[in-house]
């Protein structure tokens, strides 16, 4: 009987989950630990990352259908400025910019492609997470935001070039931490933010930027300058040449002698370079937030996401309007109580929206094979614990990179039961549970904790190494 009763009672509830899937997103504005409708009632995400996808007509349309009847009713677009030919063959460059003189000429297929998944999203009820800086390269071309010169010009177009050279691992940090220390990059980043905000869809008739369909921005995605700086991720020269005056004027003001940025040493050295980078983050945020609130947009927006130590921690609970996390876990979670459900009680924040932005099986380890073969239980163990925290959404990662998994009618061109975090849409397992999944954390079928324990951190210590940084103060002893 008791089966019997779930069985009907999910029933009923998905009947009334694909109507409401037919209607366009209402405005939601944080509030508490959720995000909440025109009436005050909490709405759960429930949501899938789109990896570069730009695909045909056909394809968004059904889609947008295929995710609604699986009770998703949020998608985090991802990676849109990276060039992409190896997810997107056929495309100018795979990405929202064409790249073939500067990162800042726009792709007309690609925004063309990219306003039309999205509108056939939010007609069908999903609403949108969307970011500014979203895997971005520069190219040397991108010297004319700002003239400096002859010699200065010259000069940046080579570090650009130099970091253009380098391998992605090696590159990837060091170019989101670029808009930090120079302006060309900074201004860059702002011409696209103004550019994504403003335009107006042709298939919706509305921007971005006032359109209930977009809940948050983020500047930064998986990004701590003290982490970067402690794994020791450095600027290519002219960046680097930036990043030196600014530290030695901040080391002047506050009467302190020379010191190397990347190797301090001293106590006080070490406090002055994190209250530096601490500082140098809160500038950035207040600039781009500065032209997003300009362009119209009042909804929550995120400075980065990701635990990377109690100072990006604090960083965000104090900048963010709704904390993000990403996580990548043993689906296996009877197996060690310090689990993704522990390793999240570093981040959540009291009072503020909480979504883990990426979410799925974990991605490597020794036995992985015999993860994979367990990961049914992660769809129903991450419902029952969000409900049970008060998280307001989980985004599973990915639906798909780029178009080559998705065939024409929305479904994968090659369904298997193989476990994939490149394209979630030929995982049939995972597909097997996702709504029924998603119907149990967003009905709140399971109640919220009554008595959730918080902590405090008043005072953060600043450190000088990994294992200080990631390890931390405040954890809560696993359960």
């Known amino acids: 009987m008791r089966i019997f009763s779930i069985h009907l009672l999910g029933g009923l509830m998905l009947a009334a989950t694909l109507a409401a899937a037919a209607a366009e997103p209402v405005p939601l504005k944080a509030q508490g630990d959720n995000f909440v409708d025109?009436?005050?009632?909490?709405?759960?995400?429930?949501g899938v990352n789109l990896v570069a996808f730009y695909p045909d007509r056909p394809t968004a349309a059904a889609t947008a259908k295929n995710l609604a009847s699986l009770g998703i009713n949020?998608?985090?677009?991802?990676?849109?400025?990276?060039?992409s030919g190896d997810w997107n063959p056929g495309m100018a460059s795979g990405a929202l910019m064409d790249y073939r003189s500067d990162s800042m000429t726009p792709d007309p297929e690609a925004w063309d492609r990219f306003f039309f998944l999205t509108n056939e999203l939010r007609k069908n009820g999903i609403y949108l997470l969307l970011s500014?800086?979203?895997?971005?390269?520069?190219?040397?071309?991108?010297?004319?935001?700002?003239?400096?010169g002859e010699a200065d010009n010259l000069a940046w177009r080579k570090s650009v070039e130099e970091m253009n050279r380098r391998h992605w691992k090696e590159a990837i940090d060091a170019r989101k931490m670029m808009p930090l220390f120079d302006e060309r990059a900074a201004r860059v980043v702002e011409n696209y933010a103004r550019r994504l905000l403003t335009a107006v869809n042709p298939y919706s008739g509305r921007k971005f930027?006032?359109?209930?369909?977009?809940?948050?921005?983020?500047?930064?995605?998986?990004?701590?300058l003290d982490y970067v700086v402690i794994c020791?991720?450095?600027?290519?020269?002219?960046?680097?040449?930036?990043?030196?005056?600014?530290w030695e004027a901040y080391l002047k003001k506050h009467g302190a002698a020379p010191c190397d940025f990347y190797t301090v040493r001293a106590p006080e050295q070490v406090r002055l370079r994190a209250d530096f980078m601490r500082e140098a983050q809160t500038r950035y945020f207040r600039r781009l937030e500065k032209v997003i609130r300009e362009c119209g947009y009042r909804g929550s927006i995120l400075f980065s996401n990701l635990w990377e130590g109690e100072p990006a921690a604090r960083l965000n609970a104090e900048l963010n309007g709704s904390i993000e996390d990403h996580c990548y876990a043993d689906p296996r979670v009877y197996l060690d109580p310090k689990d993704f459900v522990h390793q999240k009680t570093f981040t959540k924040v009291a009072g503020k929206p909480y979504i883990l932005g990426e979410f799925n099986h974990s991605e490597g380890g020794r036995d992985l094979d015999a993860q994979k073969l367990k990961r049914a239980m992660l769809p129903l163990a991450a419902a029952a614990n969000a409900a049970f925290q008060e998280w307001s959404g989980i985004v599973w990662?990915?639906?798909?990179?780029g178009g080559g998994a998705v065939g024409s009618d929305g479904w994968a061109r090659r369904e298997g039961r193989v476990s994939s975090l490149g394209n979630l849409v030929e995982d049939g397992m995972t597909l097997d549970h996702l709504r029924t999944a998603g119907l149990l954390f967003k009905n709140g079928m399971v109640r919220p904790s009554a008595s959730p324990v918080r902590r405090h951190l008043d005072d953060i210590p600043p450190v000088r190494d990994y294992h200080g940084l990631m390890r931390g103060r405040t954890g809560y002893k696993p359960s």
């Open 397 to 401: 990662f990915a639906w798909c990179h």
């Open 38 to 46: 025109p009436a005050g009632k909490p709405v759960k995400l429930w």
């Open 232 to 246: 020791n991720n450095r600027l290519p020269e002219y960046q680097h040449r930036e990043l030196t005056v600014q």
């Open 132 to 148: 500014v800086g979203d895997t971005r390269h520069y190219r040397p071309d991108d010297v004319k935001v700002l003239d400096g």
């Open 74 to 83: 949020c998608a985090r677009p991802h990676h849109m400025l990276r060039p």
């Open 209 to 224: 930027a006032d359109d209930p369909q977009l809940l948050t921005v983020e500047l930064l995605n998986e990004f701590a």
